[in-house]
């Protein structure tokens, strides 16, 4: 009955848990404490994320029409991560690397859930997707700004301007 929203969630289950995987080996790589710590709150996000997924999944495998209520996800405070403070330390071609990598994952993910809202016959996915493709536009402004900060420093470090 809900095969189409099925297809969508196991990519939607995949995405966040690869994403979730990817912060958490970016964590262990990191050498600075506040910088390990910030990984590891994506992470976090990322697999709450992917609980919220599975449990629609789990709805619609028991043909159960998911109730919208459940699923509109109240607006969640900016953890602050990836500030200049954080990441000023931990400049070097590694950080700058998986700054970049993420950036990448999440324009992907936000536009993979905006796509997602916009296929989807069901009021309570569509509400799920356009609130993770809201926080994937937070993760995606806050990694660019630090990938902006890391690659200048990097750069500097190097002794080379672009400009």
């Known amino acids: 009955m809900y095969a189409k929203e099925l297809e969508i969630l196991k990519k939607a289950i995949l995405n966040e848990h690869e994403g979730n995987q990817f912060y958490r080996l970016a ?8 910088v390990r710590q910030a990984f590891l709150a994506l992470a976090a996000e990322e ?13 619609l ?21 990836f500030s200049r403070e954080n990441i000023g330390t931990e400049s070097g071609s590694l950080i700058v690397s998986v700054f970049s990598i993420g950036v ?23 509400r799920l997707y356009l609130r993770l493709a809201e926080w994937e536009q937070e993760h995606l402004t806050k990694l660019e700004s630090a990938y902006d900060y890391a690659r200048e420093e990097w750069w500097d470090k190097q002794s080379f301007s672009p400009a």
Do not use: C
């Not at 495998?61 to 991560?81: C, D, Q, T």
């Open 61 to 81: 495998m028991r043909n159960k029409p998911p109730e919208a209520e459940k699923f509109s996800l109240p607006p969640v405070a900016s953890p602050g991560i």
């Open 104 to 126: 990448m994952m999440e324009k992907a993910s936000l536009d993979f859930y905006r796509e997602a809202a916009r296929k989807t016959g069901l009021d309570a996915a569509k």
């Open 47 to 59: 697999q709450e994320h992917e609980q919220w997924l599975k449990n629609l999944y789990q709805e």
């Open 27 to 34: 964590a262990e790589k990191a050498s600075d404490e506040q």
